[in-house]
């Protein structure tokens, strides 16, 4: 999602997303214990929401879960991916939360 404020990277980044749609979204989690630690990596293909109807839900969801959006609920334009390749690590513990599916295909 497209955040609150003016910086020049924010304003750009539907226009790349519009100019090579490809995109990587990663996400991690950092613990003291090495074992816990994971990643997930998300390779795929994104569009820019623009329609009210499309926008309604992603924007909302934000001002459920983190009390700030409540008095500014977040605006603007919304990425839609979809996630084409999913990696992560092939080593993670089954019970640390983390999938251990390296290379799995989303469907």
């Known amino acids: 999602m497209v955040r609150h404020g ?6 750009r980044r539907p226009r790349y ?10 996400a991690d ?18 569009a820019i929401l ?6 309604a839900e992603p924007l909302r969801v934000p001002a459920d879960r983190y009390w700030p959006y ?4 977040p605006t603007g334009l919304v990425p839609a991916v979809t996630a ?10 089954a019970d640390s939360g983390a999938r251990a599916d390296s290379g799995a295909r989303a469907r």
């Not at 997303?17 to 990663?26: D, F, K, R």
């Not at 623009?50 to 926008?55: A, E, F, N, P, S």
């Not at 084409?84 to 513990?93: D, F, I, L």
């Open 50 to 55: 623009t329609g009210r109807r499309q926008t």
């Open 84 to 93: 084409k390749r999913w990696t992560g690590p092939s080593g993670a513990r």
């Open 6 to 11: 003016t910086a020049d990277g924010q304003q």
């Open 70 to 73: 409540r008095a500014t609920p």
């Open 17 to 26: 997303v519009g100019e090579n749609p490809v995109v990587t979204m990663l």
């Open 29 to 46: 989690h950092y613990s003291e214990d090495w074992e816990t630690l994971w990643w997930v990596r998300a390779d795929g293909r994104a």
